[in-house]
């Protein structure tokens, strides 16, 4: 594994899907990263529509905190998880181009 990609999100699913995910899941070279979305104790469906998109993408991993405990505690998960040699941040609301 190249490269983790750590995204943090909470209560932000469709932003998530639509902008931060989106955009890392159609880099080339997917066998080269991994995507790690922690999900900070979010009430939403943020579960749901990572769920749904692990199906297509088997390099998308999840993990969700059982309580939230902010930012930088999940960034810190995501760097826990990560298998990569390289790591990179984003935040549900990034994207990249």
Not at 31 to 37: A, D, G, K
Not at 43 to 56: A, F, M, N
Not at 65 to 89: C, D, K, P, V, W
């Amino acid at each position: 594994m190249k490269a983790s990609i750590v995204i943090t999100t909470f209560n932000r699913s469709q932003t998530l899907k639509e902008r931060s995910l989106a955009s890392a899941l159609q880099q080339l070279y997917a066998s080269l990263f991994e995507v790690i979305v922690v999900d900070d104790c979010s009430t939403d469906d943020t579960e749901q529509v990572v769920r749904e998109l692990q199906k297509k993408y088997p390099n998308l991993l999840y993990f969700k905190h059982e309580q939230n405990l902010g930012l930088s505690a999940a960034r810190n998960t995501g760097i826990e998880l990560a298998r990569g040699e390289y790591i990179m941040f984003l935040d549900d609301d990034d994207f990249i181009i």
